[in-house]
């Protein structure tokens, strides 16, 4: 069992900058891929990062790309999403999200465990 909680979320004008925080308990953290997630209001869930379990290699949908920088710290049970350039459609809940190796893609249902989300709130 792994429990994520997020935190970092808020309001930003344009161009500026947040860091997301997932913290998760248990043991096994470091067996888990890592992905980060965002929902606006009226829209599906979307796939924003995925990070791999040593933190070695990460993936981003293409509208993050050189602008978002996702990493982890296996010692402190915490994966971060830096956010630089942030745009108003940003604007979502993000949510933490673990998965099994193998498994975890950029599909929401190949996802075990889910965190409440933080809200990301960018304007123009």
């Known amino acids: 069992q792994v429990q994520l909680v997020e935190s970092g979320g808020g309001l930003v004008q344009a161009g500026g900058s947040l860091r997301l925080s997932c913290v998760a308990s248990?043991?096994?953290?470091?067996?888990?891929?890592i992905a980060w997630f965002r929902q606006s209001p009226g829209k599906e869930r979307e796939f924003v990062a995925r990070i791999t379990r040593s933190g070695g290699s990460t993936d981003y949908t293409d509208s993050v790309k050189g602008r978002f920088t996702g990493s982890r710290d296996n010692a402190k049970n915490t994966v971060y999403l830096q956010m630089n350039s942030l745009r108003p459609e940003d604007t979502a809940v993000y949510y933490c999200?673990?998965?099994?190796?193998?498994?975890?893609?950029?599909?929401?249902?190949?996802?075990?465990?889910w965190g409440q989300g933080t809200q990301v709130t960018v304007s123009s």
């Open positions: 248990g043991r096994t953290f470091s067996s888990y891929i």
């Open positions: 999200a673990a998965g099994r190796y193998g498994i975890a893609t950029m599909n929401v249902q190949s996802y075990d465990y």
